[in-house]
């Protein structure tokens, strides 16, 4: 519902407190050495950890690391945060920007890859870094993603009427303050030929306290219409907080869909993609993609092979409605769309 009186991301933001996921945020682990220690892992992951973690920072807040057995170095949700030695690792075929971002940038900060639709790099700030980001070499501050730096995104969408949706990415958009998204959405809004707006996130699966009363009020205010694709890849990922954002999520009537991507050591096994879209659709969220690993260098550890891909989403729709299996899909760099993954 949308509120009455006026909502408190459009007050004044002077002497008011830190919100929690902002302080849960600046207080997430980034020291290799402490990351190990609180989930008591060897000591000899320690070299390689640092290492990594000085070609691409870690970051992980603690609600997820909350989710995470301790002493497991083959924790599913472990695997995804925690640098290792392959990172390093120069594979032929994988590439710093292995879906063309920077071939489709446009104006700073605005991809215009497929018809209809942009992609607007609102920020470089996420709440988690994951190790297998296919971003994680992409020129942030060479390419203007920053909130202010929007002007020229927002003229160039006004003066193409074939755009309909703008999809709202980074980093990650819910990094931004309300106060950022609001004067955003807004600007949007006043586009005449938009009618959709997408935001992709991880952020309510790795830092649920973002999904805040503010942060609802501000979803539930935008009259485009909104779909919010989470990323969220293990059935363990979803719990007791991030069912309850999920919950105050789908009280502000938009959608929700979620897009995965497949991991080795992490997703690649029947029984947790199964359980990932029943869990999901136990919480009002509609499986959308599985995405096949984007081939960015420092990732090749993760890659699933194309015939165990298919192979996992044929058994899939043996085990599951239709409803609640994945589409399989790549990016590939100049292509129109995403390309299905079919053996």
Request: aromatic fraction near 6%.
């Amino acid at each position: 519902m949308i509120p009455k009186t006026v909502p408190t991301w459009q007050r004044s933001h002077q002497n008011l407190p830190t919100p929690d996921w902002q302080r849960a945020q600046a207080n997430a682990i980034r020291d290799p050495e402490v990351l190990l220690d609180y989930l008591e892992l060897p000591q000899e992951l320690l070299p390689a950890a640092i290492q990594a973690a000085n070609d691409f920072p870690l970051c992980v807040p603690l609600t997820y690391l909350q989710q995470i057995e301790k002493g497991n170095p083959a924790d599913p949700l472990l695997r995804q945060i925690l640098p290792i030695g392959a990172e390093r690792n120069m594979v032929p075929g994988f590439r710093n920007d292995p879906v063309g971002d920077q071939a489709a940038l446009v104006v700073p900060g605005l991809l215009h890859k497929y018809q209809g639709r942009v992609l607007l790099m609102t920020t470089q700030a996420c709440a988690v870094h994951c190790r297998y980001c296919f971003r994680r070499h992409y020129p942030y501050s060479e390419t203007g993603a920053s909130p202010g730096n929007w002007q020229a995104a927002i003229d160039y969408i006004a003066a193409d009427e074939s755009i309909h949706e703008v999809i709202l990415s980074g980093g990650d958009p819910l990094s931004l303050t309300e106060s950022h998204l609001s004067s955003l959405s807004q600007q949007l809004s006043r586009i005449p030929h938009l009618s959709r707006l997408r935001i992709h996130s991880r952020t309510p699966v790795v830092l649920p306290e973002r999904i805040n009363e503010a942060f609802v009020q501000w979803l539930a205010s935008v009259s485009l219409n909104t779909v919010l694709v989470l990323h969220c890849n293990h059935p363990d990922e979803i719990s007791e907080p991030v069912r309850n954002a999920l919950n105050q999520l789908k009280k502000t009537g938009v959608t929700l869909l979620n897009q995965a991507v497949l991991l080795h050591g992490v997703n690649d096994d029947l029984e947790t993609l199964t359980q990932l879209s029943e869990k999901l659709f136990q919480n009002k969220v509609m499986p959308y993609y599985l995405h096949q690993l984007d081939r960015v260098q420092g990732a090749a550890h993760f890659e699933v092979p194309d015939n165990r891909a298919t192979e996992l989403i044929t058994l899939l729709r043996q085990q599951l409605p239709g409803y609640l299996v994945p589409q399989l899909v790549r990016e590939q760099a100049a292509e129109k769309s995403k390309t299905p993954v079919v053996i």
